[in-house]
């Protein structure tokens, strides 16, 4: 099944420790991307890679990484969280052309 | 992208139709209309796009007017699952989808 992964689905941190959301896709897509949403705020977009090793920022990168060392996987990282990264967070992916198919998100709380 | 405005709700009974509209007066010539539905915090899911012609899948249909600067995604026979929040997204670049507050759909039974 053509699908978007993301892990952990849930993840509660305190302030400073480093943590990373991973995001994989099996459906050969050259573009992926990460969104976070809040409420009031919609969906924005955070960083996003047009292919391997290539990685934009996207509205609201401030705080974040990531990295595309392979085609399948676009892991998010916050070097050090922090309470105003509390938010839901998307991993997206398409062929560039296509329309964004999204993972089922992880929901990050940081004390 | 152009700027789209949708009602923040719309009720809709079970087993008729739910006409969703979209403005999108300062659409340019070479941006599509694209829409997605977000059912409870779930990711965004693709339901239909066009250009100038309206379309059909399995899911919806969307009529875009003449002039492109509306639109309207239209359920046929709307169920209790297709209650969520509806986007309707106007771009030309398919890498960067700017989601506004879109529309909650309730369809009560």
């Known amino acids: 099944e053509a699908q978007v992964t993301q892990n952990p689905r849930y993840l509660i941190t305190v302030t400073g420790k480093k943590l990373t959301v ?25 960083y996003y890679s047009m292919n391997v090793e290539v990685t934009d920022k996207g509205d609201v990168p401030e705080g974040y990484k990531v990295s595309r060392k392979e085609k399948r996987n ?38 | 992208d152009a700027k789209t405005t949708q009602p923040p709700s719309m009720d809709c009974a079970e087993g008729r139709a739910a ?25 965004p899911q693709y339901i239909i796009h066009g250009l100038k012609n309206n ?21 046929p026979h709307a169920t209790l699952r297709d209650t969520a929040v509806y986007y309707c997204i106007v771009t030309y670049n398919t890498d960067k989808l700017i989601f ?5 759909l309730q369809v009560f039974p």
């Open chain 1, 22 to 46: 991973t995001c994989s896709q099996n459906m050969n897509h050259e573009y992926m991307s990460w969104y976070r949403q809040d409420p009031g705020l919609g969906l924005r977009q955070i």
């Open chain 1, 74 to 111: 676009f892991p998010l990282i916050l070097e050090s969280p922090s309470p105003n990264q509390t938010s839901l967070y998307f991993c997206a992916s398409s062929t560039g052309v296509s329309p964004l198919h999204f993972g089922n998100g992880t929901r990050l709380t940081v004390t």
């Open chain 2, 19 to 43: 006409n969703l509209p979209c403005n999108h007066s300062t659409i340019s010539g070479n941006e599509y209309v694209y829409w997605y539905r977000q059912i409870h915090s779930q990711g």
């Open chain 2, 55 to 75: 379309e059909t899948n399995e899911m919806a249909s969307l009529i875009i007017t003449e002039d492109r600067k509306s639109s309207t995604l239209i359920l």
């Open chain 2, 100 to 104: 506004g507050t879109g529309t909650r």
